[in-house]
T-cell receptor, first 115, second 117 residues
C-alpha cells in the first residue's frame, strides 16, 4: 500500500523569503500523480500544484514549484516570495493511476508566515 | 461553473442522532469521493461512488456509515447513531475521469464540519 509522509509538522518563513516543505512517499508503482493542496483556516482544500510521475520536468505555478525526485520518492514544495496569505496547512497527496484513483494524504505541514 | 457544493457547512448532532451530509459534484462530473479529516490530521479516504454505484468503500467504517449517489440529486453520506468520535470535517471531491485517468484531478468541496455533543 502507498504511504505519504510529511515530517515537518510546522514551518515558519519570513515574508518575502523562500520556504521548502518536504514530502516523501512509498509506492511500487511507476506511474502516478502527486499533488500539493493548501488548506487555509476556512478549511477549503485548494489545489496548489500537480506533478505527473512520468514527466521529468518539475511543475511550477507562479511562486510555487516542486522538486520531484522520483528515484528518491521525494516531492518537496518550494514557495518563493512568501506572502501572508500563504499561511495555511499544506498537504501532500498521492494518486495512483490504477484502481479507484483515491488520494492518499500526508498528515500536513502548518506554514506560518511572519511579517 | 459552480464548484463542488456541500451542505450543510456545519452540523451539530447529539449522540444517537443521524447525520446526513450532502454533496453536489461539479457540473459534468460523475465521480464522487468522500474523505474524513479528524482534528489535526490529514484527509482519509472513505468511499468512492459513481452514479448509482458504490465502487470502493474500503475506507468506510463497517457499521453506521453509508453512502449513495443516486441517478438524480446529490451524493449523501449518512451516519446513523452518531458518537463523539464521529466529530470531524467531511469532504467531498468530484472528478471527471477520462479513459486513462490522466485528467482525473479531484476538486474538493468546502467540507461539512460535524460536531457530536
Amino acid at each position: 500500500a502507498q504511504t505519504v509522509t510529511q515530517s515537518q509538522p510546522e514551518m515558519s518563513v519570513q515574508e518575502a523569503e523562500t520556504v521548502t516543505l518536504s514530502c516523501t512517499y512509498d509506492t511500487s508503482e511507476s506511474d502516478y500523480y502527486l499533488f500539493w493542496y493548501k488548506q487555509p483556516p476556512s478549511r477549503q482544500m485548494i489545489l496548489v500544484i500537480r506533478q505527473e510521475a512520468y514527466k521529468q520536468q518539475n511543475a511550477t505555478e507562479n511562486r510555487f514549484s516542486v522538486n520531484f525526485q522520483k528515484a528518491a520518492k521525494s516531492f518537496s514544495l518550494k514557495i518563493s516570495d512568501s506572502q501572508l496569505g500563504d499561511a495555511a496547512m499544506y498537504f501532500c497527496a498521492y494518486r495512483t493511476l490504477s484502481g479507484t484513483y483515491k488520494y492518499i494524504f500526508g498528515t500536513g505541514t502548518r506554514l506560518k508566515v511572519l511579517a | 461553473n459552480a464548484g463542488v457544493m456541500q451542505n450543510p457547512r456545519h452540523l451539530v448532532r447529539r449522540r444517537g442522532q443521524e447525520a446526513r451530509l450532502r454533496c453536489s459534484p461539479m457540473k459534468g462530473h460523475s465521480h464522487v469521493y468522500w474523505y474524513r479529516q479528524l482534528p489535526e490530521e490529514g484527509l482519509k479516504f472513505m468511499v468512492y461512488l459513481q452514479k448509482e454505484n458504490i465502487i470502493d468503500e474500503s475506507g468506510m467504517p463497517k457499521e453506521r456509515f453509508s453512502a449513495e449517489f443516486p441517478k438524480e440529486g446529490p451524493s449523501i453520506l449518512r451516519i446513523q447513531q452518531v458518537v463523539r468520535g464521529d466529530s470531524a470535517a467531511y469532504f467531498c471531491a468530484s472528478s471527471h475521469r477520462d479513459w486513462g485517468g490522466r485528467t482525473d484531478t479531484q476538486y474538493f468541496g468546502p467540507g461539512t464540519r460535524l460536531t457530536v455533543l
